[in-house]
């Protein structure tokens, strides 16, 4: 991976122990960012069947844990009538509740963002990110429990724009600790949830205990990483160019062209032509933000198809993959799908440590390839042991990551100076648009099975 920074051009050099030491905290610290960026996030979609299951039947009291019912007993909310073992209401209500939000800041904050401080921002996806453990363990209905999701969403939504914007002030190498650390966000989030409800503590306590993911998240950010002296920790990064304007800064690259061309490059200054990179700044109009967004289209949209192929699968199909023959309850295999999944995602959102893959696109046929196959599972029951799902949905696991990672890596890679935040935050939308469109087709597919 090449070593650009885009930071203190006007700064004496740093030893090499002292730049590798600065290099590996920053990666560390955008490891630690997007590790508790994404808990809550995954924490809610894991525990999206208790959610619901400890919800329906609930009418003055707080309801007995799913958990703790005899195997004997019939979960109350069972279609038992049906082919299916459904709630009432899918499992992608819960995706819908955590992602909507996140779609609509990914969206409209791009064009509005630059107006408040990194620091500021950090802070709401603290507040956001505790508050959404805390009304989601306290619930008493699912409108409550939803509420709870929403906080997750914002605070997961709020948080990968500003992070990946963030890392444009920073070695590329950050790139690779971020996705690494959101990878393992999935499986921390997954693994813990299911870990500690089946080893007998109650949804709500389980939730509590998360609450130290907030926590290390503001000691990741305001103490882990080093930032350069000049960075805007307090203040605004725009110059007032209309209600669209923002600045973007970061390296031109000497192997690929900008998404837009510099207007303001000298004559004769031909950055491809020199070892050392250019640093610049300036702001952006409406006009060339969305000439931006046009060419991310390449980016943004096979990101989108993967999403969508697989929280299809994740929120629409799992929870109708039932094996009764199993020894592991409806709700324990459900949880076991998503942490395996998570496991699949830390292991290729950390590749780009080793390999790169430049074609997105092929990683998106795939995906569908998935779920047309599970859909087919669902409807004609050939899949005769949980083990073969357990195999597919890590398989998903790696492509949706390898998908992610490598996306925003070259989208780094190809913007221009002047683009390079903007870009990183405005493609983010690529894979909540794909988990929402899921959500959607979702819900009345789920509906339909749980008719038969």
């Known amino acids: 991976m090449e070593e650009h920074s885009s930071v203190?051009?006007?700064?004496?050099?740093?030893?090499?122990?002292?730049?590798?030491?600065?290099?590996w905290r920053n990666v560390l610290g955008f490891w630690l960012l997007g590790l508790c960026n994404n808990f809550a996030y995954v924490v809610m979609l894991s525990a999206a069947h208790d959610i619901l299951q400890q919800q329906e039947g609930n009418n003055t009291t707080?309801?007995?844990?799913?958990?703790?019912l005899p195997p004997s007993h019939p979960e109350p909310h069972s279609n038992s009538s049906g082919r299916y073992d459904c709630n009432p209401t899918s499992t992608a209500a819960v995706l819908l509740a955590d992602i909507l939000p996140?779609?609509?800041?990914?969206?409209?904050?791009?064009?509005?963002?630059?107006?408040?401080?990194?620091?500021?921002?950090?802070?709401?996806?603290?507040?956001?990110?505790?508050?959404?453990?805390?009304?989601?363990?306290?619930?008493?209905?699912?409108?409550?429990?939803?509420?709870?999701v929403?906080?997750?969403?914002?605070?997961?939504?709020?948080?990968?724009?500003?992070?990946?914007?963030?890392?444009?002030?920073?070695?590329?190498?950050?790139?690779?600790?971020?996705?690494?650390?959101?990878?393992?966000a999935g499986v921390g989030g997954a693994l813990l949830y299911s870990g500690l409800t089946q080893a007998?503590?109650?949804?709500?306590?389980?939730?509590?205990?998360?609450?130290?993911?907030?926590?290390?998240?503001?000691?990741?950010?305001?103490?882990?990483?080093?930032?350069?002296?000049?960075?805007?920790?307090?203040?605004?990064?725009?110059?007032?160019?209309?209600?669209?304007?923002?600045?973007?800064?970061?390296?031109?690259?000497?192997?690929?062209?900008?998404?837009?061309?510099d207007e303001d490059e000298e004559p004769g200054e031909d950055p491809d032509m020199t070892d050392s990179p250019v640093v610049k700044t300036g702001g952006l109009t409406c006009t060339e933000k969305l000439i931006i967004i046009k060419g991310l289209m390449r980016f943004i949209v096979p990101l989108a198809v993967v999403y969508f192929a697989e929280y299809f699968i994740n929120q629409g199909l799992l929870e109708l993959l039932f094996f009764p023959d199993s020894a592991l309850t409806h709700a324990q295999q459900y949880r076991w799908y998503q942490t395996l999944?998570?496991?699949?995602?830390?292991?290729?959102?950390?590749?780009?440590?080793?390999?790169?893959?430049?074609?997105?696109?092929?990683?998106?046929?795939?995906?569908?390839?998935?779920?047309?196959?599970?859909?087919?599972?669902v409807y004609y029951s050939f899949m005769t042991s949980v083990w073969i799902v357990f195999a597919i949905v890590f398989y998903e696991g790696l492509l949706g990551g390898a998908a992610y990672v490598n996306t925003y890596?070259?989208?780094?890679?190809?913007?221009?100076?002047?683009?390079?935040?903007?870009?990183?935050?405005?493609?983010?939308v690529g894979d909540s648009l794909g988990i929402s469109i899921s959500g959607a087709v979702a819900m009345p597919l789920h509906t339909y099975f749980c008719s038969l």
Request: charge should be positive.
């Open 8 to 23: 203190n051009a006007d700064l004496p050099p740093p030893t090499d122990r002292q730049g590798r030491v600065a290099k």
């Open 62 to 68: 707080l309801p007995t844990p799913p958990s703790s």
């Open 102 to 148: 996140t779609l609509v800041i990914k969206l409209t904050a791009p064009f509005f963002i630059h107006a408040v401080p990194y620091g500021v921002r950090v802070l709401v996806c603290i507040a956001t990110a505790t508050a959404s453990f805390l009304v989601a363990s306290f619930s008493v209905s699912v409108w409550q429990s939803i509420l709870g």
């Open 150 to 184: 929403i906080f997750a969403s914002v605070s997961s939504g709020l948080g990968e724009l500003t992070f990946l914007s963030l890392t444009v002030f920073f070695d590329r190498s950050v790139l690779s600790g971020w996705g690494s650390g959101t990878g393992g």
């Open 200 to 261: 007998g503590l109650s949804p709500q306590l389980t939730l509590l205990i998360m609450l130290l993911v907030p926590a290390a998240m503001s000691l990741s950010y305001y103490f882990l990483l080093l930032f350069p002296p000049s960075f805007p920790q307090w203040s605004s990064r725009g110059r007032d160019q209309g209600c669209c304007a923002g600045v973007g800064v970061g390296v031109v690259s000497r192997e690929h062209r900008p998404l837009i061309e």
């Open 341 to 377: 999944y998570q496991v699949g995602v830390l292991v290729s959102r950390s590749s780009l440590f080793c390999f790169k893959i430049r074609w997105v696109g092929v990683l998106s046929a795939l995906q569908c390839v998935n779920a047309v196959v599970l859909t087919l599972g």
């Open 409 to 428: 890596y070259y989208i780094s890679m190809e913007s221009g100076d002047r683009e390079r935040e903007f870009s990183m935050a405005a493609a983010s």
